[in-house]
């Protein structure tokens, strides 16, 4: 039985004449080839000449010689690994540049595979890839672009795509919030990761969004699994084909007596600790520094002996000898005591101009720092210093932020230091 109103084609119903695939041939704008695998032969099914490159594409193709002059080391590795899938008869592809005759460089892409009729053959094209290398860039820019401007924005925001729910992008200040990696991965995360919103209600929410946005008191968590209350702001950003949604956070800070019974239990901790790298160690385990910092650092400053007696603990200071001294003059708790700052923050080392970073942090490694200060009668005495491996690890720190755990360490110092001098 036949469907008199079927029109679909398949390609055995009007198979392509010879005529017809010749002429695809000729008129393809990419130089088409054929190696004999087994005999290592090369010939060529087109003439396309592949400006500027004319005859060198082929020479290029054949000679290895040749080829070694035209690549661009750095990316020698990408073509031995496309003619090892050419031995192999494997499907492949790669991209890579190469300088053409005039010494401009020219993006070359190299696709094959081994024709399934005949074994014997691997067929493939060399085709110029200059413009498709241009218009990625030009989203590249976009991108960056468009991450200059939410980080210029100091509370958090995440952009999520509005169809996976994945982050898309996210600024400095909610990367430190959710405890976000600095670069993108693979695998991209899932705003479910860090929120317990339900599914319904993010529907309902997301549904209205285009004409209606929406703000309100959401439970959060950090991608450790920290958990934190906010308020939040949700507006449709439309985005070339899709469209994102900006999700603007501000965490709703604990009440005065949850933070109390939090600074009693680290001063506990803290006080039962043995020495001063200890309480530095277990500061730094603690989960509102754990997920911003990478090492914390004690100056002990003795300053009319010009001396500043540091102890600290973490990775990237590991090495540091307990106590080692370095002159006052030039460290932070200089600059902090001469302009009387509440607290400092260096949000990348390496613009630095202070002799300190350049000795102290840079060499370990550390990349931004928070540094608060605590004072006694007698002025300056302890400079607190939280440490990342990371730029621009406390660009939404405020004055108070991090008290919690820094109150009671401070208290637990000063009262080791009577100890310890008694």
């Known amino acids: 039985m036949t469907n008199d109103n079927y029109t679909g084609d398949t390609p055995r119903d009007h198979p392509i004449p010879i005529k017809d695939l010749q002429s695809f041939v000729d008129d393809f704008p990419a130089l088409l080839w054929r190696i004999e695998i087994a005999r290592s032969r090369i010939e060529f099914?087109?003439?396309y000449p592949l400006h500027p490159l004319g005859d060198s594409a082929?020479?290029?193709?054949?000679n290895r010689a040749f080829r070694k002059q035209m690549l661009l080391p750095e990316d020698a590795h990408l073509l031995d690994a496309f003619l090892d899938a050419v031995s192999e008869g494997q499907t492949m592809a790669t991209v890579f540049r190469v300088y053409t005759p005039?010494?401009?460089?020219m993006w070359l892409k190299l696709t094959g595979a081994v024709n399934s009729s005949d074994p014997r053959y691997y067929y493939g094209y060399l085709l110029g890839v200059d413009d498709t290398v241009d218009v990625i860039r030009e989203i590249e820019k976009n991108e960056e672009s468009?991450?200059?401007r939410i980080d210029k924005v100091p509370t958090p925001v995440l952009l999520i795509n509005h169809q996976s729910l994945r982050l898309r992008q996210a600024n400095a200040a909610a990367r430190n919030l959710f405890g976000l990696p600095n670069a993108s991965h693979d695998?991209?995360?899932r705003f479910s990761e860090i929120s317990s919103i339900s599914s319904e209600k993010l529907e309902t929410i997301l549904n209205d969004l285009p004409s209606h946005p929406w703000s309100g008191t959401l439970e959060l968590n950090t991608t450790q699994g920290e958990p934190f209350k906010a308020e939040a702001k949700f507006h449709w950003v439309p985005w070339k084909q899709t469209a994102l949604i900006r999700i603007s956070v501000i965490p709703i800070t604990a009440n005065k007596k949850d933070s109390e019974k939090l600074a009693q239990k680290a001063q506990t901790t803290f006080s039962d600790a043995p020495n001063l790298t200890a309480m530095l160690s277990h500061a730094l385990e603690h989960p509102e520094i754990s997920k911003r910092c990478n090492a914390i650092m004690l100056s002990d400053i003795h300053a009319r002996n010009n001396i500043v007696q540091v102890f600290s603990a973490g990775t990237p200071l590991a090495e540091m000898p307990p106590g080692e001294k370095f002159s006052y003059k030039g460290t932070i708790a200089e600059d902090i005591d001469r302009f009387n700052l509440d607290y400092l923050v260096v949000d990348d080392t390496m613009d630095s101009i202070k002799p300190i970073d350049w000795a102290l942090f840079i060499p370990r490694g550390i990349r931004s720092y928070f540094a608060k200060p605590f004072r006694d009668k007698k002025g300056l005495r302890t400079v607190l210093i939280l440490c990342s491996t990371e730029p621009k690890r406390f660009v939404d720190i405020e004055l108070d932020t991090f008290d919690t755990v820094l109150s009671p360490l401070n208290e637990a110092i000063r009262s080791?230091?009577?100890?310890?001098d008694r």
């Open 45 to 47: 099914l087109n003439d």
């Open 58 to 62: 082929r020479l290029f193709l054949k």
């Open 102 to 105: 005039a010494d401009s460089i």
């Open 146 to 148: 468009s991450q200059e």
């Open 187 to 189: 695998r991209l995360t």
């Open 416 to 420: 080791f230091r009577k100890k310890r």
